[in-house]
Structure formats: structure tokens, C-alpha cells
């Protein structure tokens, strides 16, 4: 019988949570490690809406990118949201891993599946961070190729929401064909100095300031703003295979109930 830490200990494996960084909170946060597992529900994040999701499905351990602790909890009730997500949880008996930054950072982690599905080759690491225990090199973004004529800002920002699903997409259009592409997964906007330092015409990423969009505008950057759910969201059809493959006996499914949580106000044409 599979267990909840046969899970961690496997996720481990994969994205060391040694490696998180100091700010994350990843790792086992709910549940008992002995409880046996049948079925596991994959979410980018886990609210009210997925918590209730696992029980209505039969899962026991949901596994999630963002952590459903992140700050310290002064009590756990009914009247916030993330009380609420807890006492689902542990009434309904469901257990809770969370990976988080270990995943953005590892290889064939966050970064890499963004990378890959936005068709990028001869990728390499934007940002090294150091090597964990096992001696592999980690950190947060990649960098690559976009291979075929140059497209432009425009119609790159186009292939990357329709890439990545998204509702919408920001970006600035520093007139420079698309070429070397570096990317960040979630809030990776600080890292446009190093987009450039690395010799990118183009930086995909999301939560940009509006300081950036300055900034990127100033270097000579395309800078597109994907949002933080759609550049994040790639990861968890990955983790849903790589679960099946490590233990075949084991039902794994994605949320159905977890989407985009805002949409974009189109603008309207001619002035009235």
C-alpha cells in the first residue's frame, strides 16, 4: 500500500526540498504520513474550491506547486480563506505535499516544462543557484532558442498566450525579432537585468511592476507578462505523469475545478 511519505519521499527525489529558498514554505504541511494513498488530485494551488474537489473525487493526498501554508498561521477557523482550505482538509482526512521553488529551480522542473512548451531548443539555465546534494546544478529560470525567421513582439505575445492558454497577456515591443528567449515561471520580473546580461532579446514571465515594463522598454527588451497561473500552470500535466510512472498503481488526476482566477476587459474600439 502506497503511502503518504512513499509520495514525498518520491517528490524529494525529484526536487530536493532542501533546496527551496528561505522565504518558501514546501513540503509535507497536512495530513498523516502513514495514510495510506489510492488517489491523488494535482493542483497548481489548493483553495476551498480544490479541497473540495479531492473529497468529491475520493483523493487522499493532493499535491500542489504553491504551498496552502505559506505565512505562519495564528489559528486556523472558519473565517478566512486559508482556515477554511485547512479544516476542509483535515476533516476530510486529505493530505497535502506542496512543491514549490525546489520545483521551479531543478531541471525538468517549472522552467523547463515553460521552455519546452513555448518551443524553445538548446535551452540552459538563466540563473544558477547552486548544486544540491547529489551534485546537480539548480536554479530559477532558462534560457533558449527560438528557431525559424524572426517573429516579432507582437505576434510572439500572441503565440504565447494561445501557447500557454491564457486569458491575456502584457508586453512591451522593443522592436527586436525574436531570437534568444529567456524565461522565468511565476514572479520572476527582477530577473530582466539577467535576460539581458545573458544576450536575450526577449523575456516571458508574469507579476511584472510597472517599473519593469520601464525598464525593459529602456534595454531594449521584449517583455512579455504571461500571468503567474498560466507560465506556472505547465508543470502539473508533468507531475501528474511522473506520479503515474513511480507508482503505477495509483490514481492520479488534475484539478477540473482550479483555473485563471481573473480575466481581461478587452478594449473597446472607436471613442462614442
Known sequence: MIKVNDIYAYLDSVAPFAIQMDFDNAGFLVGHGEASVKKVLVSLDITEEVAEEAAAVGAQLIVSHHPVIFHPARSITDRDPVGRTLLALTEKKIAAICVHTNLDAVSGGVNDALA?????????????????????????????????????APAFARFVQEALDANGVRYVDARRPVRRVA???????????????????????SD?????????????????????????????????????????????????????????????GGAE
Request: hydrophobic fraction near 35%.
Open 183 to 205: 524565461v522565468g515561471g511565476g514572479a520572476c520580473g527582477d530577473m530582466l537585468a539577467d535576460a539581458l546580461r545573458m544576450g536575450c532579446d526577449t523575456f516571458v514571465t
Open 208 to 268: 511584472v511592476k510597472y517599473n519593469g515594463f520601464l525598464d525593459a522598454k529602456a534595454m531594449g527588451v521584449n517583455l512579455i507578462d504571461a500571468g503567474h497561473y498560466p507560465t506556472e500552470q505547465v508543470i502539473c500535466p508533468i507531475l501528474e505523469r511522473r506520479l503515474k510512472t513511480a507508482f503505477p498503481e495509483l490514481e492520479v488526476v488534475q484539478t477540473k475545478e482550479h483555473k485563471e482566477v481573473f480575466t481581461y476587459l478587452a478594449k473597446s
Open 116 to 152: 519546452r512548451r513555448l518551443g524553445l531548443t538548446q535551452v540552459e539555465m538563466l540563473r544558477p543557484e547552486g548544486t544540491d546534494a547529489s551534485g546537480q546544478t539548480y536554479g530559477v529560470g532558462r534560457i533558449g532558442l527560438r528557431e525559424g525567421s524572426g517573429m516579432y
